[in-house]
């Protein structure tokens, strides 16, 4: 039973706003709804439906009686048997914030996120302090990308509950997902200060910590949750990653097949999986696997990344399908786009170049001498550089070889994409290939 159950049954005892006896002697139906409540809360589900059924016997209408069979449903995971009694629980009582917010649960559990959306919202607006149907709510919004919708959520949750050690970790995941690693990374902090034990926390902090390179302290935070929790798919995944960083393929290839064994659906693991054995010339299995991974790709599946998929197929036809997939799944267009259409009138057009490589790199050495021909009469060159300052002389050459440098390594997608309409680029060239994890 989780809090907003508890929460649920706690006030179900209570009739609910709107609600109705129907006429029947409240000393029957009093002492029914209370045997029912005790029965719940003790666990004793078998005692509480049957309760409630009785409850139900004497009136079709009984709010409470209709909300504690709807948690009940819940409680042994028949979501949809939930939805139809909560809904009719709501036709008699529209005002309880307690109907919607346990009506959203089983409508999240049933992926059906738009119509959650709608009851959580209605939920908060009936109860503002409604804790649980905050945090959920920023759970929907999360599932659904609207990462910075859920971060307001989770603001709202740990507002009220400022030991919340699940809002904080997942307040993180919506941060590292709008590609803040530094700002997730201190709210899985807080997350773990509060519940050490809290295995996704230490995965998530994990997998952060990779991302801002510090790949040795990430590893031992995803072995850490693994040792709390040895199912943890994304510690496991991401301790993978840190260890390919490290080039460490063979025990990278390894984290992927245990992965696997736990999840045989888990996205692009499979292709990670052969990789990385072929980086470690472990050829086990290839033809096989290889085979797998091209059929799945070809049916639209999330089998391989297709920077890594160059080196499994020929077929120009399956590189196009994996790229397709992945973009489609990694990086779905906004819903409120930043570019509508404006033309901008420049004296020269405005020309960006995009690169985590503005460094000694082979894209360096061969896009150098490009960057200085341009045309400065006609055109305005821009060098955005999302990776690492190396100091170096390359660095330093390419610094001079445009008529403004930024350096964004630090500021989060939608702001770089910001940065380029606050700019007015007229065009914009993107010299990476596709992200390798």
Known sequence: MNRQQRRAAAKSGRPA??????????????????????????????????????????????????????????????????????????????????????????LQRLDRLDEAVTHYQRAIALDPSYLDALYNYGNVLLKLRRYQDAVGHYDRALALAPQFAEAFNNRGHALFELGRPGEALADFERALATKPDLAAALANRGTALIELKQYEEGIANCTAALALNPTETSALANRGNGLFELRRYAEAARDFERLLAIDPAYPYAAGKALYYRLLSCDWTHYQRDLSAIAATVQSGGRAAIPFMFLNMADSVT????CAVTFNRDKYPAAAEPLWRGERYAHDRIRLAYLSADFRQHPMAYSMAGVFDAHDRSRFKTIAISFGPDSQDPVRRRLETAFDSFRDVQTMADRDIAGLLRELEVDIAVDLMGLHQQ
Not at 93 to 103: I, K, M, N, P
Not at 318 to 321: D, E, I, K, S, V
């Open 318 to 321: 399956a590189h196009l399908r």
């Open 17 to 106: 706003a709107g609600a109705k006896s129907g006429g029947v002697q409240p000393t029957r139906r009093d002492a029914l709804l209370a045997e029912a409540v005790r029965a719940y809360q003790a666990a004793r589900f078998r005692e509480a439906s049957a309760a409630c059924r009785q409850l139900l016997a004497l009136d079709r209408r009984d709010v409470a009686a209709l909300h504690l069979t709807g948690l009940l449903a819940l409680q042994a995971g028949r979501n949809d048997t939930a939805v139809e009694v909560l809904t009719t629980a709501i036709q008699v009582s529209e005002q309880s914030s307690d109907l919607h917010g346990a009506l959203a649960e089983a």
